[in-house]
């Protein structure tokens, strides 16, 4: 997966939408089918790389194809999985505001990328992001009440 970072990264211009979207499509299906219970997980390397490429290509398409907006959503249907899911989600979150940010040398288009990712996405994502925090918080409050943790609550409030 790294060589293929490399490769989108490299010859970006030479790829098709649709061969953008279908690269974009496979990492996502990877995750997915290989972070469910029944099937042997990927190494973490394997994972990050196949984060990093699905970052990359949204980070590079986002102002030429709509289509990419849907990784937001597409990472929180991961959201609703298994703790590995969960974990895979917040990586993605983190590693696509990474990858959105970081524009050295800056251009006009990576401006224009990240303002558009700004007003299209970070909102959502913290919002998802609060959630499952906040979900978390509560799993743990169930299984072990206790005096100190109480106020904690009203922190995320």
């Not at 499509?25 to 469910?36: I, K």
């Not at 609703?80 to 006009?108: E, K, Y």
């Not at 007003?119 to 979900?135: E, G, M, N, P, V």
Request: hydrophobic share 45%.
């Amino acid at each position: 997966a790294s060589a293929l970072v490399s490769l989108v990264s490299n010859s970006w211009q030479r790829l098709t939408f649709e061969q953008r979207y279908e690269l974009r499509t496979f990492a996502l299906d990877v995750l997915a089918s290989r972070s469910e219970t029944d099937v042997a997980p990927l190494p973490p390397y394997v994972v990050d790389s196949l984060i990093s490429l699905l970052c990359r290509i949204t980070k590079l398409a986002w102002c030429e194809d709509y289509r990419h907006h849907s990784t937001v959503d597409d990472a929180t249907r991961f959201l609703t999985g298994n703790p590995l899911q969960r974990h895979i989600a917040l990586r993605i979150f983190s590693q696509l505001i990474d990858d959105m940010q970081r524009h050295f040398p800056a251009t006009s288009n990576d401006r224009l990328t990240w303002i558009l990712f700004r007003d299209i996405a970070l909102h959502d994502i913290f919002k998802r992001t609060l959630a499952l925090l906040r979900s978390a918080q509560s799993a743990v409050c169930a299984a072990a009440p206790s005096p100190g943790f109480s106020g904690a609550s009203s922190a995320l409030d």
